[in-house]
């Protein structure tokens, strides 16, 4: 008997589709993974309606919940071929501006199709004190120091970590994004980086870059722009002295490149630090 109340209700749905709109059942967990994964307890936001292309967890969960969870991520993003991030907000993250988030304390972007044992690496290293801003994109890890004075002691405690071992990128949260610093301990010495902040603090106006191609371990440049053109030449003596030949490793001098605006346009003066040859 009872299922011929079933096998009417099915026929009025088929018969009657026009009028039976409330015979469709909504979107089920089958369908769309996020509903319950969104409703998980490490969760804070979550919009499993839109595909979540961001998801973020509470601050205090462990680190086994948070890579069972990001697994189930995995999965939901591989039936999905989307996508997703998950972070953690950091409460003593500076608000810059009211348009632009404030650095998470962590974030990890799961792959269709890719492992998340990773994110193993990125919560050891969110786990050192002062340090924010932990990311691993594209398998180079990067952080972010609170001030200028942070950045030395924040490379020194987060290298001990496996993920930084090799190097990664340090900024310092700033809206014009005036310094980044790739450290690679291969080629730059912790002089260098007190010399890098140093030149940063003493040029507040110009942009202070240690750069280098993050694919591997290769040797950097250091840039600053936006100088007078006074500025440059005292800045190029300053690094050419040399008592500057110890920011270098032997065998691998750093150069320089410092841009200056003058009225007859862009100028650029180069060298190496401590004037050291290859």
């Not at 790739?182 to 010399?195: C, D, K, L, S, W």
């Not at 005292?234 to 150069?255: F, K, N, T, Y």
């Amino acid at each position: 008997m009872s299922l011929f109340p079933r096998r009417v209700t099915v026929g009025l749905c088929v018969l009657l589709p026009l009028a039976a709109a409330g015979c469709t059942a909504g979107p089920s967990t089958e369908e769309n993974p996020y509903i319950a994964l969104c409703a998980e307890p490490v969760v804070v936001t979550c919009a499993p309606q839109d595909d979540p292309v961001g998801i973020t967890l509470v601050a205090d969960a462990s680190e086994d919940d948070v890579l069972a969870f990001a697994r189930r991520v995995q999965d939901a993003v591989t039936q999905r071929a989307r996508e997703v991030t998950l972070h953690v907000d950091d409460p003593s993250a500076p608000r810059l501006d009211a348009e632009v988030s404030p650095t998470p304390k962590w974030q990890f972007t799961v792959h269709p199709d890719e492992a998340v044992d990773a994110l193993a690496g990125v919560l050891d290293a969110a786990a050192v004190p002062g340090a924010s801003g932990i990311s691993a994109g594209l398998g180079w890890p990067s952080a972010v120091a609170a001030t200028l004075d942070d950045v030395e002691p924040l490379i020194a405690s987060l290298s001990a970590t496996p993920l930084f071992a090799d190097g990664g990128t340090f900024t310092v949260p700033s809206l014009s994004e005036r310094f980044r610093l790739v450290y690679i301990p291969a080629f730059t010495t912790m002089e260098g980086v007190r010399e890098v902040v140093s030149i940063a603090r003493d040029y507040p106006d110009a942009e202070v870059l240690l750069e280098a191609p993050t694919s591997g371990p290769n040797q950097p440049t250091f840039y600053v722009a936006h100088l007078t053109p006074d500025e440059a030449t005292q800045l190029a003596e300053r690094l050419s002295a040399p008592d500057m030949a110890s920011v270098s490793v032997p065998g691998a001098p750093l150069e320089f490149v410092l841009t200056s605006l003058s009225e007859q346009g862009t100028d650029s003066l180069t060298g190496t630090f401590g004037g050291v040859t290859g």
